[in-house]
């Protein structure tokens, strides 16, 4: 059974940066898709950025050039850096594996302004 847990969340001020991680256990690592997504407060689950098992990104057009999304496929951990943090990025963002649809427990963030 595939699983991923995410960690890394936290609260920090506007401007700041943090580093999410997603770890998975199962399946086959270096053959998944795999996204981050965020949900803000009373607002839908929408898609941060993802990976291709051939390391392709994509990104929401609200985070480009701040957040950037890698894997470790030795490790079977994908990270999402998130630099120059705003508020408008509050939300509990969850990890996504895209061919089991699987998704993660999420991890909180807060950015302070």
């Known amino acids: 059974q595939v699983q991923a847990v995410e960690s890394g969340g936290g609260l920090v001020q506007a401007g700041g940066s943090l580093r999410l991680s997603c770890a998975v256990t199962?399946?086959?690592?270096?053959?998944?898709?795999i996204g981050w997504h965020r949900q803000a407060p009373g607002k839908q689950r929408d898609l941060v950025a993802a990976?291709?098992?051939?390391?392709?990104?994509n990104y929401a057009d609200s985070v480009k050039g701040r957040f950037t999304i890698s894997r470790d496929n030795g490790k079977k951990t994908v990270f999402l850096q998130m630099n120059s943090l705003k508020p408008e990025d509050t939300g509990v963002y969850y990890c996504?594996?895209?061919?089991?649809?699987?998704w993660g427990q999420g991890t909180q963030v807060t950015v302070s302004s």
């Open positions: 996504h594996l895209q061919d089991s649809n699987t």
């Open positions: 199962g399946g086959i690592f270096r053959f998944l898709t």
């Open positions: 990976i291709t098992t051939g390391g392709r990104t």
